[in-house]
């Protein structure tokens, strides 16, 4: 049920992923087991996330990993990746020094690990809090770092979400060329994969 809503997610219809999610947590009722509540709840996140529901996306989130390192989840892969979407939903509200922490936890998994697509989200995610304090040589420099990561990553849709973000930082700093073979970058990769917009 969780794939089939992330894919719901993936292709546009927002609507449909959250009524199976929404539908799963009560057909499951109070006795979920954790595991199906934290990919539910990832699931839910994007979806508020998507929706522009910033706010809301942090509390599933948080709630999602909060659960998952209850359960001593520790692998971003058995958390549905679900920090991708949490440090988007908290720069995006504003948490900025709750961001850098998910950052630096991810940046260190990754870089220990030889892990690139944790080290990508890791460096994303401290780009996007860089430019949103105005860092912006901050931020390219750690967005450079991501969008390399995810070259190698088996994850091509986490490598479009760097570029699109390396992408929106260079127009921010007036680098219109480069930034437009980014962005385009971007859209290439989107649309290779059929995600919509």
């Not at 001593?72 to 991708?84: A, D, M, W, Y």
């Not at 973000?165 to 260079?170: E, F, H, S």
């Amino acid at each position: 049920h969780a794939t089939n809503g992330l894919l719901k997610v993936l292709t546009g219809d927002l609507a449909g992923a959250r009524a199976l999610m929404e539908h799963e947590f009560q057909v499951e009722g109070v006795d979920i087991v954790p595991r199906k509540a934290i990919v539910y709840r990832q699931v839910l996140g994007a979806v508020a996330l998507l929706s522009g529901d910033d706010e809301q996306a942090v509390d599933v989130l948080t709630a999602a990993l909060d659960m998952a390192r209850a359960e001593g989840i520790r692998e971003p892969g058995r958390r549905q990746r679900l920090e991708g979407d949490l440090g988007q939903a908290l720069v995006n509200t504003d948490r900025l020094a709750e961001a850098n922490e998910l950052a630096v936890e991810l940046k260190t998994l990754g870089e220990r690990g030889g892990r690139p697509t944790i080290l990508g989200v890791g460096k994303r995610i401290e780009g996007l809090v860089c430019a949103a304090r105005g860092d912006l040589n901050g931020a390219v420099s750690a967005l450079t770092t991501a969008v390399a990561a995810h070259r190698k990553s088996q994850l091509p849709l986490e490598y479009g979400r760097s570029v699109l973000a390396y992408g929106q930082v260079l127009r921010r700093r007036k680098a219109k060329g480069e930034a437009r073979t980014a962005l385009k970058a971007a859209l290439e990769c989107f649309t290779t994969l059929g995600a919509e917009r």
